[in-house]
C-alpha cells in the first residue's frame, strides 16, 4: 500500500487512527534501522578487530608478517602470485577472509551477536526519542507534526529517516499524543522482533559498508612497490613524505629478473646487490651499479635499499620450494649464476615460519 492510502486510510479510521499511524511509522521505521544496524555492525566489527585480531591490531609490517605466515601455511602458489603482482586485490581478499572467519564461523556466530547488539542500541534510542518527543509536544501543546520534527530530530544522524518521508501523515488529526506514545511503543517491538528473524540467518551480501573495506582502509597504507622485487613500501600512510622502504627484500627472481644476456634467474635480494660492485645493465651501452640504482629514474629514485647482505630465510624456502613453476611462469632457469645454493633446500615450511612469529 502506497503512502497515499495508507495516508487516506488513517484519516478515516477514527479511534484507530493513532494505532494505524504507528504501525505506518513504524514500517519506515523498520528499513531505516535495519541498514543502520548493518552500518553500525560494519564499524563495530572493524574496530573489535583492529584491537583484538593478531593480524590487524599492530603495524603494516606485521600485517604483512600475517599475511607470509598464512601463504605458507596454505602452500598456494596461486596466491602468492596475486600477492606479488597485485597486491591490493590479495590485501583485500585476505582481509575479507579474515573477517569473515572471525564474524561467519558456525560454532561462534559473532556477526549475529553484533547484529543484536546493534539493534538493541537503537531499541534505546527510538524509545528515548518516543518518550522525550511525546514530553515536547505536550509541553507546547503541539500537534502531531511537531511529535514528527522532534522525533526525527532525536534519531539524528544515527538513524536516517528523513523527516520529508513522513509529510503524508504530517496533518492527521490526532489529539491524544500520550496514546500515541503507547501505541508507538507496542508496536516497536514486532518490527524489532521481525528484524531479528532477518539476522538470524545473515552474511555480509546485505551490508552496503562492508568492514572488510572499512579495515583495506584503514590497513593499506603505501601501495608503491620495490621496483627490483615487488617488496611493497610499509609504510602505514598513502602518499607519504620521504623515500619508500620495506624492513626485507626479496629474491628478483620473484619478480623475473634475470642476468643480462642469460635465461638464468637472479636470486639475490636487492640490499645486497646494492652492497656488491654489479652492474645494472639497461641496455648494452647503458650499465650503471645497483649502488647508484636511484640514478635510472623516478621509479628507483624514491626507495631507500640499505646495503646489506642479509635476507630472510622465508623467500630462501619459497624459491626452492616452487622453483619450477617459476622456470614455467618466466621461461628462465635457476642455474649458473642463478643456481639455488644446496642450503637453501634445507629450510622447511615449518622453520620460517617459526622465524616470522619470532619477529
Excluded at 45 to 74: C, D, H, P, Q, V
Excluded at 289 to 302: D, H, S, T
Aim: with cysteine.
Amino acid at each position: 500500500m502506497n503512502d497515499f492510502l495508507k495516508c487516506f486510510q488513517i484519516s478515516c479510521q477514527g479511534a484507530t487512527s493513532i494505532t494505524t499511524f504507528a504501525d505506518f511509522l513504524c514500517n519506515k521505521l523498520s528499513a531505516a534501522l535495519c541498514q543502520a544496524v548493518y552500518d553500525k555492525t560494519a564499524i563495530d566489527i572493524a574496530n573489535e578487530m583492529r584491537s583484538n585480531y593478531s593480524a590487524f591490531n599492530g603495524n603494516r609490517s606485521k600485517l604483512e608478517t600475517s599475511i607470509l605466515i598464512s601463504l605458507a601455511e596454505e602452500e598456494n602458489f596461486e596466491k602468492y602470485r596475486q600477492y606479488i603482482h597485485f597486491p591490493r586485490d590479495f590485501l583485500e581478499s585476505f582481509i575479507k577472509k579474515c573477517v569473515d572467519d572471525y564474524c561467519l564461523d558456525k560454532k561462534n556466530p559473532r556477526l549475529k551477536n553484533f547484529l543484536i547488539i546493534s539493534l538493541d542500541s537503537f531499541q534505546t534510542l527510538v524509545l528515548s526519542a518516543i518518550r522525550d518527543s511525546t514530553r515536547v509536544v505536550k509541553d507546547k501543546y503541539g500537534n502531531v507534526s511537531l511529535w514528527l520534527d522532534e522525533f526525527c530530530n532525536r534519531l539524528g544522524d544515527d538513524l536516517d529517516l528523513p523527516r520529508s518521508d513522513l509529510k503524508s501523515i504530517e496533518h492527521q488529526e490526532i489529539k491524544d499524543i500520550e496514546f500515541l506514545k503507547e501505541a508507538m511503543s507496542k508496536a516497536l517491538p514486532l518490527v524489532l522482533e521481525n528484524l531479528k528473524q532477518e539476522f538470524s540467518g545473515i552474511d555480509m551480501e546485505p551490508f552496503k559498508l562492508k568492514p572488510h573495506k572499512i579495515l583495506v582502509e584503514q590497513l593499506c597504507g603505501c601501495w608503491e612497490q620495490c621496483p627490483f622485487c615487488k617488496a611493497q613500501c610499509t609504510n602505514t600512510i598513502p602518499g607519504h613524505d620521504g623515500d619508500h622502504s620495506v624492513p626485507f627484500h626479496r629474491p628478483q627472481a620473484l619478480n623475473g629478473t634475470q642476468w643480462y644476456g642469460t635465461d638464468q634467474f637472479v636470486i639475490e635480494i636487492c640490499s645486497s646487490l646494492v652492497a656488491s660492485d654489479y652492474f645494472m645493465v639497461l641496455c648494452e651501452k647503458n650499465q650503471i651499479p645497483y649502488k647508484n640504482y636511484r640514478q635510472v629514474g623516478p621509479a628507483y629514485a624514491n626507495w631507500s635499499i640499505t646495503a646489506d647482505n642479509s635476507a630472510q630465510s622465508y623467500w630462501k624456502w619459497f624459491v626452492s620450494h616452487f622453483r619450477s613453476i617459476l622456470e614455467e611462469d618466466y621461461c628462465a632457469k635457476f642455474e649458473g649464476k642463478g643456481a639455488i645454493p644446496p642450503e637453501w633446500d634445507e629450510f622447511t615450511k615449518e622453520a620460517v615460519i617459526s622465524e616470522l612469529k619470532q619477529l
